[in-house]
């Protein structure tokens, strides 16, 4: 009796000291900042490389976005600047426009094919979820197309109607 007597004390003894985590204090002074992810949508994924975004270049590693602060040397021996200005090893330059991306690997996308892969992307992920609905979409459209014509077609005959019927009143 005594020794379970002993033991329930000994537990609620041990019970009701409260354990503390230590806390790290923080550093003083200035705080390296995160790295900002990929500067577009959030949540969509961004390619590797270099582009030109609001007349600055970034560059995109590893899914991780920051402004270019020197120039670049890529693996192929492509140099791109501060200022988006590409060099390839041959000596040519190009200058960079706004939205057109570098890849590390040194091949030059603009804008605009980029835009033009997109939109075509997105019609093969929309024929694949809805099979067939672009055909019917189609069709219905050129049957708009056709009624409207013969609404027009009838209104200039109605027109070309009164005005003989005018001629003939003269």
Known sequence: MKLSFHGLFLVALLGSFSVQAQTKI?????????????????????????????????????????PLT??????????ISTTGLVTSPSGTTVQMLEGDMVSLSGRVTSHISIVEADSLLKIKQFDLKYPGKRKKMEEARLEKEKAKMKR????????????KERAKRK
Do not use: H
């Open 70 to 79: 020197a120039d670049k040397k890529l693996v192929n021996g492509t140099t």
């Open 152 to 163: 027009d077609e009838e209104k200039l005959k109605a027109i070309k109607e009164k005005e």
């Open 26 to 66: 923080a550093p003083k002074g200035r705080v390296q900042p995160k790295p900002r992810m990929g500067m577009g949508n959030p949540g969509a994924a961004v390619k590797d490389g270099l582009t030109l975004k609001a007349g600055r270049v970034v560059l995109t590693e590893l899914g991780v976005t920051n």
